[in-house]
Every structure is written in C-alpha cells, then in structure tokens.
C-alpha cells in the first residue's frame, strides 16, 4: 500500500508541470500592460509616450515553447506624454488620426523561437488605416501562479522600430522637429484564461 501511494504521489507531481505545458489561452491583464514608445523630439531627446488603454490575448504553450493566436487593440485617443496639449497633437490627424481611425492594431502573422526564452513574433500593424508587417523581439520572462490570487500568469517583454512615415505619419519630418523612428516598448502580463 506504501508503494502504491508513493507510485501515485510521485506520479501526480509529475503531472502538476505538464498541465501548464498544454497550450493555453491568456488574456492581456489590463492592470498589467504597458505599450509605451520614445521618438525624437527636435533632437534634443527623445519623448516618451504610452497607450493607456490595451487589450489582446494569444495562445502559448510552454513545453515548446510556442505563441499563436494573438491579436492586440490599441486605442489611439488613450495616448499619454504627460502634456495635455501635446496628446491633443498627437491623436489629431498629422499623427494617429485617432478620429478617423480609433484602434491601433497588431495580428500575428507567424513566430520563431530564437532562444530558451527569446523570439520573434511577426504581424500586421495597422495605423491610421494603414498596415505594414512588423517584427517583435520578444522576451518570455516568467510563467506560473500569481502571489496574491489564484491565477496563472506568463510575462513577457518585447521591442521593435518602425518608421512613423510608413504609416503616413509625416508631419514635421522635413525640419525635423520630430524623428520618423519610434521605438515601441510593450511590457505585459497575461492570465491564463481556464
């Protein structure tokens, strides 16, 4: 009986890690998710903005570990700088056109491993009504139960550049006021939707 039980202890704990291997679905967690980008600003230094309204979820499977599925919504009026008159400018039509075109938005296209924990992560990003093929470095930092509730959480990190004008973004380039590169900053967190 000992032997049996012991057979099936050990059994269930080797079982546990590979309930969180199975591909999974996780959502952005809204308190969690951070879509923040620095552009040149007369080059003097770089002004750093955020998006304070994002949602997206995706697909992982750790075991591999592989990302599918994901998709991620932007509102463009939810930008913020920390300057009222300048988020005004920036969601008017010489940028986001955030009127006309309220959701930024991202949809995978494909994905590679690169790493234990690193990979690129390409899909379609469209702004202003405009879509181009973009390429993420993602990071996957950490999977595994929250420490104050009971969901299950992975976080991840990721970087990519664009050029503003590629989506039609032209304004003050020609003096160069503001710099045509932004550097997209996303850090997130995402629960496990059981």
Excluded: C
Aim: hydrophobic letters at 40%; zero cysteines; proline letters at 4%.
């Amino acid at each position: 009986m000992k032997r049996l039980l012991t057979v099936l202890l050990g059994t269930l704990i080797l079982a546990a890690p590979a309930a969180h291997a199975e591909p999974a679905r996780y959502k952005l967690d809204p308190d969690h998710v951070a879509v923040a980008f620095l552009v040149k600003h007369i080059g003097f230094a770089r002004t750093l903005g955020q998006f304070l309204e994002v949602e997206g979820s995706f697909v992982f499977d750790e075991s591999v570990p592989s990302v599918s599925d994901l998709e991620v919504t932007i509102e463009g009026d939810s930008v913020f700088t920390a300057h009222e008159r300048r988020d005004d400018h920036v969601r008017s039509d010489d940028f986001l056109a955030a009127d006309e075109h309220p959701e930024i938005t991202f949809v995978m296209t494909a994905a590679e491993q690169t790493g234990a924990r690193s990979g690129t992560v390409v899909g379609d990003l469209t702004i202003r009504g405009v879509t181009r093929p973009v390429t993420l470095e993602v990071t996957w930092n950490r999977s595994g139960k929250y420490p104050f509730n009971d969901n299950y959480v992975t976080g991840v990190s990721a970087r990519t550049t664009i050029q503003r004008s590629d989506f039609g973004m032209t304004y003050a380039l020609e003096n160069g006021l503001v710099g045509d590169e932004v550097e997209i900053l996303i850090e997130a967190e995402a629960i496990r939707q059981d």
